[in-house]
């Protein structure tokens, strides 16, 4: 018998204020696109804005559906465009972050398990790591230098072969 174990390391900031200007600068775009999610029933609106290697910001957010689980989190939506408009090209970084009228969101915000699951396959087809820059609506934020960190033993396409 063997145990094993996993350690997360991520980078916490006290604000924005203390972020380079490319990271500080999409966490104003997705924040942006979190203005135009979609999110009638959970009335909790997601932004992500994603960086591409070829200096493109694409951006997307949260949408609902009354069927609820037809719905698609601002991760995946941002993502699955970058990757319908832009095929090949790396993505360097994904920034996320939420806010709610009805509450305050008071931790950074984490990629659901779905769209863990679907950024991680990017990493792995680019061969490189896709940055995490998490907020939410008050005080610090996360960065982790990649999307695997957050999916130990993630299934992948080796498991298809
Ligand atoms: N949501 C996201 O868009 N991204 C996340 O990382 C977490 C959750 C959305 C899905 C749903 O519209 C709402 O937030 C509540 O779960």
Not at 28 to 47: D, L, M
Not at 90 to 100: D, M, P, R, Y
């Amino acid at each position: 018998m063997e145990n094993h174990s996993y350690q997360l390391k991520y980078t916490s900031y006290a604000s924005a204020a203390e972020l380079n200007e490319e990271d500080a600068k999409l966490l104003i775009a997705a924040r942006e696109a979190g203005h135009r999610a979609y999110a009638p029933y959970s009335k909790f609106s997601v932004g992500s804005a994603v960086l591409l290697e070829n200096g493109e910001i694409i951006t997307g957010n949260n949408q609902e559906n009354a069927a609820y689980p037809s719905g698609i989190c601002a991760e995946r939506v941002a993502i699955f465009y970058a990757s319908s408009q832009y095929p090949g090209v790396k993505i360097i970084k994904v920034a996320v972050t939420a806010f709610s009228k009805d509450f305050p969101v008071k931790a950074p915000v984490a990629p659901c398990g779905s769209c863990r699951q679907v950024l991680s396959e990017y990493e792995k087809l680019h061969h490189a790591d896709i940055e995490l820059i998490l907020q939410g609506q008050e005080g610090g934020i996360y960065r982790l230098k990649n999307v695997s960190s957050l999916l130990p033993l993630a299934f992948t396409s080796d498991d298809l072969r």
